[in-house]
C-alpha cells in the first residue's frame, strides 16, 4: 500500500497524465472533491466526469513545492502550469488538503491564491 505522500504524488502523475481510468486505483468510491467555483464533487462517477468532460484544463503540469502528511491528512502547495481547452496559457499557485484511509483519497480541497472578498 502507498503511502499518504507517495499516493498524492501518484494522484498528479495520473491527473497531469489524463489517465482518467486510474482515478479509481487512488480515489475511494464516496470521495468528495471541493473546488473553488464547483459544487462540491461526490463520489468516483462524479470525479470522473468532472475530468473527463467538465475541467478546463487541456494539458499542463503539477509542481509541488512542499508536501505533510500525518495520520491520514495530507497537506501539499504548488504551481501548475500548463494550456486550457481553449489554447490559452494557465499558471496557478494552488494549495490542497486530502484525507486518506486505507490507500485512497476520501476528501480532497483545493485552494487557488487569488483575491476574492
Known amino acids: 500500500m502507498l503511502s499518504a505522500e507517495q499516493l498524492i504524488t501518484e494522484?498528479?502523475?495520473?491527473?497531469?497524465?489524463r489517465r482518467w481510468d486510474e482515478l479509481g486505483s487512488i480515489f475511494a468510491d464516496d470521495c468528495v472533491y471541493n473546488r473553488p467555483g464547483y459544487e462540491p464533487i461526490v463520489g468516483l462517477t462524479q470525479l470522473q466526469q468532472f475530468y473527463r468532460h467538465e475541467r478546463i484544463i487541456a494539458s499542463g503540469e503539477h509542481k509541488i513545492e512542499r508536501m505533510v502528511s500525518d495520520l491520514g491528512t495530507v497537506a501539499c502547495w504548488g504551481t501548475f502550469v500548463g494550456h486550457g481547452k481553449a489554447g490559452q496559457p494557465l499558471k496557478e499557485d494552488f494549495a490542497d488538503t486530502y484525507q486518506v484511509c486505507d490507500g485512497k483519497i476520501l476528501s480532497r480541497r483545493t485552494y487557488f491564491y487569488r483575491a476574492a472578498i
Open 11 to 17: 494522484l498528479f502523475g495520473i491527473i497531469d497524465g
